[in-house]
């Protein structure tokens, strides 16, 4: 009796262990089969080909009053902004050995949270030029100052296409400093004031590709173009598919290397460019003219969820380097803070 019911146990164990390995197979015959959709498959590019003429943010605003008024305090906007000559940034400037003439030649200034870049009109029109000296906010100091100079090609070799726009290739002239409606609603047609589904980010037109292509060209930060290799896009033009020409490396390390903040907008772009989910994007947590998160605390709780909170926690814990304060001390290559 033992012996029959041991080989039965053994039979039931060979049978269990084929069916398992059946289930492995089939398993990853699962993974492997929806289809992984080559992110540079749809869509069309500028590449090579001039920018169209596009409406300007004045045009916009005359019709979009509504816009207006937070259109003025938005981060977008204001990224390169006029200097205001009593900010703490060029007071510090003048306190150096030869500082004021420094001073009185910034006619711009880049960023307002962590760090402020000083820069003036360059010989070339369309560019700027960049001082080598930051100041940083939160030290209330200046970084590299031994010997200050202003650089004429970094701002359009390095930092352009994310703040000015319309950089065109070979030129590398910028059509207007910081960013116009033109870089994430692309170039709208005059019928869209009948038919909102002609313009790009309306209620009715936020394919989840399209809007990845649109933030991606900017906050990708990491990425390449094949054709410049510039870390900004080659002429980008909202509804275009980014990643045609502009190569952003979504593995596990290139993850771990980003600013803890720049996780969740890698995961999220993974999702929807290489995976093709399209359930979520960055619009369904954020209010980009609002510049407003609140809507993010009713969604359900999803992976991306973890990139900022600490898992099993409710969503109640942040995890390091997201809380507001913490992410002042972020640091970014790409934009040298
Ligand atoms: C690929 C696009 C891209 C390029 C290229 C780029 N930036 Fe940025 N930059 C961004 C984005 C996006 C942010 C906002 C990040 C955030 O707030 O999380 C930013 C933020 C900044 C800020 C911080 C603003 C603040 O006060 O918080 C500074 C300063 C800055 N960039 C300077 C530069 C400079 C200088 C260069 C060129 C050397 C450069 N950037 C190149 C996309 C870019
Ligand atoms: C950084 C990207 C970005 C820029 C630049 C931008 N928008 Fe938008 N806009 C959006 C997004 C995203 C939406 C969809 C609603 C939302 O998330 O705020 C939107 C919605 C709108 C809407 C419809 C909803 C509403 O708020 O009335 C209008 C009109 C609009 N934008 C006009 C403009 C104008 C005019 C400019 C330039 C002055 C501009 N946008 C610049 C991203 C942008
Ligand atoms: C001649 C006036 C006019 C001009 C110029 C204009 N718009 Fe509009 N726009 C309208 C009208 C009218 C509508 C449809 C009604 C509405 O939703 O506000 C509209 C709708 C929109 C929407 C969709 C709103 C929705 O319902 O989702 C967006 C986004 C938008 N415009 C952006 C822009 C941008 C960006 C520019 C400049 C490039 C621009 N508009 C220029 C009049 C104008
Ligand atoms: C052309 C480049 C560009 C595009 C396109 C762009 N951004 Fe930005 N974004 C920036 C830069 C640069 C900053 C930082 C500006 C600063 O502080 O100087 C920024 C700041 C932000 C911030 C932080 C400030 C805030 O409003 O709370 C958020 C969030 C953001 N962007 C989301 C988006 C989303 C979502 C989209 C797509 C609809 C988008 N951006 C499109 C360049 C861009
Ligand atoms: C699941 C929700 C969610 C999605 C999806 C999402 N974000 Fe965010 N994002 C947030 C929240 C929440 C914050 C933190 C806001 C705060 O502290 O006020 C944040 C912060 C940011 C910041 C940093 C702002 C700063 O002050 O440093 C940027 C830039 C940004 N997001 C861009 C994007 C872009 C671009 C996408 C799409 C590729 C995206 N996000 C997708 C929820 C989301
Ligand atoms: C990019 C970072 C980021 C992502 C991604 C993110 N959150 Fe948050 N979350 C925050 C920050 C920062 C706060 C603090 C309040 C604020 O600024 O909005 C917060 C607050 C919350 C709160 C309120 C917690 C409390 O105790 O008051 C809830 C609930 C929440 N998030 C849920 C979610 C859910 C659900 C997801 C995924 C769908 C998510 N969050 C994704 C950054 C994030």
Redesign the pocket.
Known sequence: MNRIAHVLARAALLVLAAMGAVAVATMGQEKARPARPDPAAWGADHVGQPFPPYVTGDECLFCHRDVGPAWGQNRHQLTIRQAAPDDVSLAALRELPGGDSFADETQFMLGAERVTRFLKKSKEYGKLDLLSAAFSRREGQLKNDDSPAWQTSAFADRCAGCHATAVENKSQAFAAISLDCFTCHGDVPLEHTKDVSRVLLSSKTTEARKVISICGQCHLRGGKSKSTRKPYPNTFVAGDNLFRDFEVDFSDAAFAAAPA?DQ?IYLNARDVAVLGHSETTCLN?HDVHGQS??K??D????A??S???VPQTG??K?RDG???SQRLRMHSRVCDY
């Open positions: 903040i969740h947590c998160t609140a993010h605390q969604l359900n709780d999803a991306i969820c990139t900022c909170h969503n109640a942040l997201i809380s507001p």
